[in-house]
Structure formats: structure tokens, C-alpha cells
Nanobody, 120 residues
Framework: QVQLVESGGGLVQPGGSLRLSCAAS????????MAWYRQTPGKERELVAT???????NYVDSVKGRFTISRDNAKDTVYLQMSSLKPEDTAVYYC??????????????WGKGTLVTVSS
């Protein structure tokens, strides 16, 4: 039994910053890759950033240089530091993780999302 819970969303002005957090909890043996996705009404969910269990990261081109994904393995938590925010970044942001449970069953988990609104 595993769950992911996001936090940190809210309203910010263009050029501002926000830090999103996502904590995995439950019967966890290990957390492998973690990622952040985002979705706007009328658009497909897009992959924003990924981070491997070893800390290797990847970003969609539109956020490179502005967003930073990181993780705290001791807390089973992934973060997304967002800077120089643009109105185009407005979306519901979803946390994703591949988790191996204590019964050794591995599967993909999703958080319920946190809304980020960039507007003046």
C-alpha cells in the first residue's frame, strides 16, 4: 500500500518561484525513478522532469535552466524547484514514481496533483 502526496502549489506572479514537494509513504521497499508531469485543460499530460534513483536528471526543453528536480531518499520525497515562472507554466502538476513495495511488487504510482497558477 503506497501513496504519493504533492504539496506546494499556488498562485505566483510571472518571474516568481515555487517549490513543489511529493512524499511517498506506505509499505515501501524502495523508490526508483521519480518524475513530475503537468497538464492543462485541452492539452495532453506532459513530462516535465525526471530523476533516477542515483540522481540523474532530465528536463523538457521548455523548463531547462528554470526548473530543478531533486530528491531526498531518506524521506522518499521528490522536489521541483521552479524559477522564472511564466504564464505558460500554469498547470496541474502531478508526481509520479515507480515504487517497489515491501512485498516486492513494483508499480507506477501517481499523486492527485497540485495546481500552479502563474498570473499577474
Amino acid at each position: 500500500q503506497v501513496q504519493l502526496v504533492e504539496s506546494g502549489g499556488g498562485l505566483v506572479q510571472p518571474g516568481g518561484s515555487l517549490r513543489l514537494s511529493c512524499a511517498a509513504s506506505g509499505s515501501i521497499f524502495s523508490v526508483n525513478a521519480m518524475a513530475w508531469y503537468r497538464q492543462t485543460p485541452g492539452k495532453e499530460r506532459e513530462l516535465v522532469a525526471t530523476i533516477s534513483s542515483g540522481g540523474s536528471t532530465n528536463y523538457v526543453d521548455s523548463v531547462k535552466g528554470r526548473f530543478t528536480i531533486s530528491r531526498d531518499n531518506a524521506k522518499d520525497t521528490v522536489y521541483l524547484q521552479m524559477s522564472s515562472l511564466k504564464p505558460e507554466d500554469t498547470a496541474v502538476y502531478y508526481c509520479n514514481a515507480y515504487v517497489i513495495a515491501r512485498d516486492y511488487h513494483g508499480m507506477d504510482y501517481w499523486g492527485k496533483g497540485t495546481l500552479v497558477t502563474v498570473s499577474s
